[in-house]
Structures are given as C-alpha cells and as structure tokens.
C-alpha cells in the first residue's frame, strides 16, 4: 500500500453552527471572497476575505478550502500551511456605497441646504473644516465633492480576514526550505469534501 505523509490531526476546521455564508471569488480588493497568487519557491499565498456576517472560524474554513482546491487542480495530493495571518480588514472598496446606510440626516452635520447645495448661513457648502486634508469641497450634494463628515459614515465594516502561505506537494518525501520544524500537513481531498459537506449542510434551501 502507498503512504502518505501523516495528515496533521489538529483541528483548523472549526464546527460552525450557523448558517454557511456564500463562497466565492473576490471581485476587489479586500472585497469579500478568495484570493490567490503565488509566491517565491513555489508556494502560494491564498486568502478569504468574510463578508461581515461571517465569523473568524469560517473566514478560516474558506482559506482551507481555496488552499485545497488550487492543491487539486495542480495535481498534488496534499498542502502544508506554513504560515497563517488572522486580521480584521476594511471590507470592499471605500468608494462603493452600494448597500450601505447611515444616519447622515439625524446628525444635523449637514444642514438645510444639503439636499440642493445650499450651504448653513455664514459656512461654506460641503466641507467646511480647514483641517481636512483635502480642503473643504466646492458644492455639497449640489454639484462638488461629497462631504467628508459623510464619507466617513460610508466607510465600510470591518471584516475577518484569513492569509495563508502554503506548499503543496504529492507522496512521502518533501522538504521546506527555510523552516525549523514541519508544519501542518492536510490532504487536499478530505478538506474540500469535509468543508463542502458543511456547506451543503448549513446552506438554505434554494
């Protein structure tokens, strides 16, 4: 019988008893999703990005999960993580307003002019604090820059973030350059069945 090297058997896949958010590419940076590249000696570096529903836990799975698939379709049996990053990050892209919402109006930072333009008597439409760093803007929601006071209340979540650094290889005999000890070993296959499986489990009806 062929070996293998022995799948590491501590528990990075973490049980989540809610609802598995949907898995998918990212489409910007820090946007919420996958990313992958590689990286020098032949590894690659691979990441998940949680939309702000997601938990720390499944953020990780879906790192896994990424790691295992780009293993599979390279024709390897098995990657070891050699290094992990857990962070909290800015979802998506800043300039992105899509789905967002505030309490702009209920804060009376902006006045009674700010649905055509118009500015509060004796200040300056827009922006009106010399201190920002790009001045105070021209016209309000009256034709110039958007206030700055409401750009910071679009400002989006912060969401979990997961990076990983792996090696993948196939059979018994490997090496990796450059670390002390062996790390983590998983078997490509039974990480992209056990995380699909959940998924399938937790996943709503369609």
């Known amino acids: 019988m062929r070996k293998f090297l022995p799948i590491a058997a501590t528990a990075m896949l973490a ?8 898995y998918q590419a990212a489409r910007a940076p820090n946007g ?19 939309s702000k529903e997601m938990s ?11 790691a295992a698939e780009i293993t599979i379709a390279a024709g390897q049996e098995w990657f070891a993580v050699l290094s992990t990053v857990s962070r909290k990050v800015q979802a998506g892209d800043i300039n992105n307003i899509e789905g967002r919402s ?9 006045g009674t002019g700010a649905g055509g333009g118009a500015s509060k008597a004796g200040a300056a439409p827009g922006v009106s604090d010399g201190s920002v760093p790009t001045g105070p803007s021209t016209g309000g929601f009256g034709g110039g820059d958007v206030p700055y ?30 670390l002390e000890k062996t790390p983590e070993i998983y078997s490509a296959q039974a990480v992209m ?14």
């Open 149 to 178: 006071q409401v750009l910071e209340r679009w400002a989006p979540p912060p969401v979990y973030q997961t990076m990983l650094v792996i090696q993948m290889g196939s059979g018994k005999h490997v090496a990796f350059e450059g």
């Open 193 to 206: 069945d056990q995380i699909r499986a959940k998924t399938a489990r937790t996943s709503p009806p369609r």
């Open 56 to 66: 720390a836990a499944q953020v990780a799975e879906f790192a896994m999960l990424r």
């Open 102 to 110: 505030g309490s702009v109006l209920s804060t009376g930072s902006i």
């Open 32 to 50: 919420a999703g996958y990313f992958s590249e590689p990286v020098d000696g032949g590894r690659h570096a691979v990441s998940y990005t949680g």
């Open 15 to 22: 049980a989540c008893t809610t609802t598995m958010p949907t």
